[in-house]
């Protein structure tokens, strides 16, 4: 659930840990599969990098420069993402994006015509290069590569299978170490777990990855028949042993001969070195990334993601709401026509009612017709029982309809044009 996916501490699980297997290769097929299954569905999926969107405030500015310069260029969500860590002191960044692409395409043994959709893409804070791939062949190649020659030197690699796109991991622990990987899955991967796609062990603890489809980490997950609390998986920080700085793994150090102090950072300190400890993350008197610091655990992105729909949830309840364009353009109209119905029944002059008056008067003295023009019908009637009473011969109608009858002929228009209520013309003033 969400709130335990916040307030729940997490454990530093490095990809490392989970063996020499292929990472989440069987993970992102099964993931990839429902996907195509499913393709008429609409996914509420978050497209975005693996570190984008970090708006958290942080107080020490090296946060904010790893951070940043861990973030990674958007890459399609549909692809198979291969992570390769490369080892023997191989500087991602001073080889370049143009030569590491060469030497992947010649070690995984891909043609150029066949790679011509795969991008090959560094990550320069983290040490490490990342693969996108949409063809399940080159990824089973690119996943085979044990070395990588530059010039006249190889350098040894490690290669994995990220976990797919739109999944999110939890975290289980008191599992028996006698438990084995297919045990595991037997266990896990199953219908009462719906969402699970893939298991992984960290080496010889007791300690199991879960990856989930979507962004819920569920509280609990079955385990054949009990029921296991289950806890967001948080990433730690990287920072390495080897040489001290933030941001990458000693496996992957670029400068693994370059000697600096683990406690403040200090470049290649003397033997007789003595200094106070200061954290890299948060300034605190402790080393970097250690355990009593409240930073060390990176904002999972599916907190981020969350916060940033709270964010514009809110932003969206407090814009005032606006009446409806369609409703303004009815009562405009409506207001319109009472203004030409009174316009039309404006009363004449006084010359002309007084003459058609007399005209009237001697109309009915000499028993004959009139010659001006003949007044309103009184049986006209406003109303919805116009109809009715016509039909019925009934002349005037209800009480009510003959009351509005009796009215001027500008409320009978705007009556009529339901701008005013029936009851509203028996004012006691019109009478």
């Not at 530059?150 to 690699?157: F, H, M, R, S, T």
């Not at 991967?189 to 007791?206: C, F, H, Q």
């Not at 993350?281 to 709270?310: M, N, Y």
């Amino acid at each position: 659930m969400e709130g335990a996916a916040v307030v729940m501490e997490g454990d530093d699980l490095p990809p490392e840990d989970f063996g020499e297997e292929h990472g989440w290769r069987s993970a992102a097929v099964k993931k990839h599969s429902r996907r195509t299954d499913a393709s008429a569905t609409e996914r509420a999926t978050t497209c975005g990098d693996a570190g984008g969107y970090f708006n958290a405030i942080r107080k020490d500015l090296n946060l904010n420069k790893v951070i940043k310069s861990s973030r990674m260029p958007r890459l399609p969500s549909e692809h198979w993402k291969i992570i390769v860590r490369p080892r023997g002191g191989l500087d991602v960044q001073q080889t370049g994006s143009a030569r590491l692409g060469r030497a992947i395409a010649v070690a995984a043994g891909i043609a150029p015509e066949l790679a011509g959709q795969d991008v090959v893409c560094p990550n320069t804070m983290q040490n490490i290069i990342v693969i996108s791939t949409a063809s399940r062949a080159n990824a089973d190649s690119y996943l085979r590569m044990r070395c990588l020659t530059l010039g006249i030197k190889q350098y040894e690699i490690n290669t994995y299978e990220a976990a797919p796109h739109a999944t999110c991991k939890g975290v289980i622990r008191k599992i028996d170490i006698s438990e084995s990987q297919t045990d595991l899955e037997k266990s896990i991967l199953t219908d009462r777990n719906p969402s699970a796609l893939g298991v992984k062990r960290i080496k010889n603890s007791e300690t199991v990855v879960i990856v989930f489809d979507g962004y819920k980490v569920p509280n609990f997950v079955y385990f054949g028949t009990a029921l296991v609390r289950c806890s967001l998986y948080h990433r730690q920080h990287d920072c390495c042993y080897a040489c001290g700085r933030l941001g990458h793994r000693a496996d992957v150090c670029p400068t693994p001969d370059e000697v600096v102090c683990k406690q403040c950072g200090i470049s290649n300190p003397g033997e007789n070195h003595t200094c106070s400890p200061k954290c890299g993350l948060c300034g605190g008197p402790h080393a970097t990334t250690d355990k009593s610091c409240k930073q060390r655990f990176q904002l999972p992105f599916i907190v981020r993601w969350r916060r940033r729909e709270r964010r514009a949830e809110s932003e969206r309840r407090s814009q005032p709401s606006e009446p409806a364009s369609a409703d303004v353009g009815l009562t405009q109209h409506a207001e319109a026509q009472a203004d030409d119905c009174d316009s039309s029944q404006r009363p004449r002059s006084p010359s002309r009612s007084s003459a058609r008056s007399r005209s009237r008067s001697r109309g009915r003295k000499d028993g004959g017709s009139s010659e001006g023009r003949p007044g309103p019908d009184p049986r006209v009637v406003v109303g919805p029982n116009r109809g009715a009473d016509l039909s019925r011969g009934a002349g005037l109608g209800t009480r009510k309809e003959r009351s509005i009858s009796r009215v001027n002929p500008n409320r009978r228009c705007k009556v009529a044009l339901g701008l005013i209520g029936c009851a509203a013309a028996e004012d006691p003033a019109e009478r």
